[in-house]
């Protein structure tokens, strides 16, 4: 073969591949050109999931008559003329090529007007060329329309996906930069059905409200943190509202969306024995830094940034959302109003919500957390004095402030959970089986296991292939003794079945969370008082006290403020 230079059509095709992958990097470009332009308002239409029409239409600054032909060129830019520029650039585009590249591979047409003008300009692309350019009536600002996408080069039609991901996909870039640029009025039509609408009014909350609905945005911790030229603002989710994976974590660094699994899983670790393992928050973060700290300028789409220092915006986020946490996850409080009161049919009220599992009845119980100021101990527990047991299956205790209601089963996971992770640290105590203990797999779980084995190995136990579906038990972690291996081998591996993926480190936690489970008292368990003030004295020790290692409350704290009112001691109710 011999070498050739391509056609120009052919090359832009090629570059246009880069930048223009499905329909929602169109809607990408195109809003981030509205918002380069300073605009208030941006109306977007989608028809046939972005195959059929997408168009964008803003009350920017517009594009002078004179120059709007230049906006189709490749490298043609209003954002910068150096390469030095590249260290301060303070708009999203600057590569001057998406919509070169969007005309090269569907039917482009740009309407635009400057406010100094009295008429507007069109401009009309076809097959990559420009095919006409015409004065008409337009207000002021910019209209981009791009029809049969993909109409060229049918490949890549090939590879979209099914209507349905397509238009989520634009439903939740769209999404995201609404909650990202509160001050614009932003508007979403698929289909001629209304998916997104905010009012622009700055009102951050109000954007989360009208995005997610009143429930989840009521749920979200507002994040504001400021460090050494680090500013980091947005929403997380709190311990009880959370999700099978990190797709609803978004980051934002200087008002565009970047993907850093490396930052998110920031986030996830701020949530460390908060969160049930293998569930995740949903955050969305604003992350303000100096341009001339980050480089934007190493992703054809701009979806990633390198940093000059980056562990210290990895720290700085997860502080930010650890301190959030921290101030609004106490102690479960209970408010007056949960005794003798009708429940609220909670089925109505979370059915769109994914809740974790167990999530506890308390907070259905119409039961509010309560709020508390974070301190180095906020979360710890005042010393307690142990009263008695109820019902096998609560401890009560006395603490400076009222009385403590502490769930034996959950208490005790914690506890188990530390040791655990302090064990960890060092070496986990593993104890020997007297007798190996042979345990008996399906094939798919075999699989799952096999898997599995080394990581369990380094968390104590001692298990070996033996033959077709079965494995050899010699040891188990120390917690576990008394405990018959194969069960707890069995529940572990029911585990592994639904997990998706998760990072070593995670799957470990995830595994020990799963030990403590077993290996804690149950509830109905009878408990000498010896035992019983021995959990309290080890849950006092926790770094973490108030939640299980899945993230259900421990303890309930009925303050003698709550018990006096109860009472009618004080102030009429
Ligand atoms: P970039 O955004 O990287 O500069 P584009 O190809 O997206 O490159 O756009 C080229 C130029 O067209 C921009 O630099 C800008 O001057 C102009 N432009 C594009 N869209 C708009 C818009 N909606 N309003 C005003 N100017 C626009
Ligand atoms: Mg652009």
Known sequence: MSIRILPPEVASQIA?????????????????????????QISITVKDAGRGLIEVADDGLGISAE??????????????????????????????????????????????????????????????????????GAPTGTVVKVADLFYNVPARLKFLKKDVTERRHIEEFVTRYALAYPNVRFQLRQEDRDTVQTSGNGDRREVLASLYGLEIAGKMLEILAEYEQLRITGFTSGITYTRSNRREITLFINGR??????????????????????RFPQAVLFLELPPELIDVN?????????FRERDRVFSGIQR?????????????????????????????????QTWSENEPAFQQANLTWEPQAESSVGTRVPLLR?????????????????????????????????????????????????????????????????????????????????????????????????????????VLVEDFEEDEAPLQSEEEAKIIARICKRAAVKAGQVLSAEEQRALLNDLESCQSPRTCPHGRPTMIHLSVDLLERQFGRRGAR
């Open 16 to 40: 246009a591949g880069e930048v223009v992958e499905r329909p929602a990097s169109v809607v990408k470009e195109l809003v981030e050109n509205s918002l380069d332009a300073g605009a208030h």
């Open 67 to 136: 120059e709007l032909h230049l906006t189709v060129s490749r490298h043609a830019t209003s954002k910068l003329s150096t390469a030095e520029d590249l260290f301060h650039i303070s708009t999203l585009g600057f590569r001057g090529e998406a919509l070169a590249s969007i005309g090269s591979v569907s039917h482009l047409t740009i309407t635009s007007r400057t406010k100094e003008s009295d008429q507007g300009t069109r401009l009309r692309v076809e097959g990559g060329h420009l095919a006409s350019i015409e004065p008409v």
């Open 257 to 278: 969306w970047v993907h850093d699994a490396a930052l998110v899983t920031a986030v996830v670790k701020a949530y460390h024995t908060y969160l049930m393992v293998g």
């Open 298 to 306: 190493v992703h054809p789409t701009k979806a990633e940034v390198r």
């Open 320 to 352: 930010a959302v650890r301190r959030a946490l921290l101030a609004h996850t106490p102690v479960q409080g209970i408010e007056a109003e949960s005794f003798g009161m009708a429940q609220p049919d909670f089925s109505q009220r979370y059915a769109n």
């Open 386 to 490: 142990l009263v008695g047991q109820v019902a096998a299956t609560y401890l009560v205790a006395e603490g400076p402030d009222g009385l403590y209601l502490v769930d034996q089963h959950a208490a005790h996971e914690r506890v188990l959970f530390e040791q655990y992770l302090e064990q960890r640290q060092t070496s986990i105590i593993s104890q020997s089986l007297l007798e190996p203990v042979v345990v008996e797999f399906s094939p798919a779980n075999t699989r799952l296991l096999a898997d599995q084995l080394e990581v369990l190995n380094q968390l104590g136990f001692q298990v070996e292939a033996f033959g077709m579906n079965t494995f050899l038990v010699r040891a188990v972690p120390s917690l576990l003794l008394g405990i018959d291996p194969s069960a707890a081998l069995r």
